[in-house]
């Protein structure tokens, strides 16, 4: 009889999914009610196995069932989930895409996107001829972008020297140690040799 009830629940849920795909919402007050329901049913059916003589089976395919009835809620809205995720992601990323279209347009052109706003947007073109505007921002990146790395040369040869004129003071300093036959002091506690 249990068998029989989760095939039955089974093929409504299965025929509820499809019906409700597309309201997300009320798939996922569905599934919280049939996922209460499940827990119901447990419960009912432990208390019902354990007027019986052999109490584990009866238990065993009773929480089997509901595993596998959990299961099938848990895909359910892992797929919900993933659905609502990409329609998140579409609509920030059109809100980006806005923003970078308002950011690129001239002051005397924002009445009239305001208008364009709906209509859809051709994809850009690989060839496009590139606008005054963003040949003067791509000449001054360029000139940042040569400035940083000559800033960045400057500075590796300064610490090249500095390592060099360091270097130097250390050989030199050993090199007057040596002379007067000074060596390095042994460590406290350490026996000689």
């Known amino acids: 009889m249990i068998g029989r009830l989760a095939v039955a629940l089974l093929l409504a849920s299965s025929a509820l999914v499809d019906a409700s795909a597309a309201q997300p919402a009320v798939e996922r ?6 996922r209460a329901a499940a827990k119901a049913r447990l419960t009912e059916q432990e208390r019902a196995c354990r007027e019986q003589f052999v109490v ?3 238990l065993e395919a009773a929480r089997n069932d509901e595993r596998a ?3 099938r809620l848990r895909r359910a809205e892992i797929v919900l989930d993933d659905a609502d995720r990409r329609e998140a992601a579409a609509r920030r990323r059109q809100s980006i895409q806005e923003r970078a279209a308002a950011k690129s347009m001239p002051a005397t052109d924002a009445a ?6 709906d209509e859809p947007r051709p994809a850009p073109s690989p ?11 791509s000449a001054q990146s360029d000139a940042a972008a040569r400035a940083t790395e000559q800033r960045n040369v400057d500075a590796y040869e300064a610490r090249q020297r500095a390592q060099r004129a360091h270097r130097a003071e250390v050989e030199k300093r050993n090199a007057a140690r040596a ?11 350490a026996s000689a040799p």
């Open 112 to 117: 009239s996107a305001s208008r364009r706003r």
């Open 29 to 34: 007050d569905r599934i919280a009610s049939e």
């Open 127 to 137: 060839h496009s001829v590139p606008t005054p505007r963003a040949a003067a921002d």
């Open 69 to 71: 009835t959990l299961a």
């Open 179 to 189: 002379a007067t036959g000074k060596g390095a002091a042994p460590l406290p506690g």
């Open 56 to 58: 584990t089976a009866c």
